[in-house]
């Protein structure tokens, strides 16, 4: 596993229940803001789902992954709304009420 990888996955389980965090969030967090399509290869290969929530990770617009991850299309919204998470018409997201906001 690579020292990124796991610096991300250190930060993705310092989201707490009932917020969620951004691709390019977590990059930026990271001092790397352009790779935001790495923390989600790294968000694929997760080695611990049980431990690192990668449910909590959803694109800039509060969108959920597609269908291949969380095992199954439904099952990152599921673990979001047990968590208190909810969504606007389009299915995304509340960003507003959601997004952590961590102080650095």
Known sequence: MSAFFERVYN??????????ATYGQIATILGAPRFSQVVG?????????RHIPCHRVVNRFGALSGSFAFGGADEQKKRLLAEGVTFDENGNVDMEKHLWRPSL
Do not use: F
């Open 11 to 20: 930060v993705v389980k310092d989201i707490p229940r009932g917020k969620v």
């Open 41 to 49: 290869y790294a968000l694929h290969a997760n080695p611990d789902p």
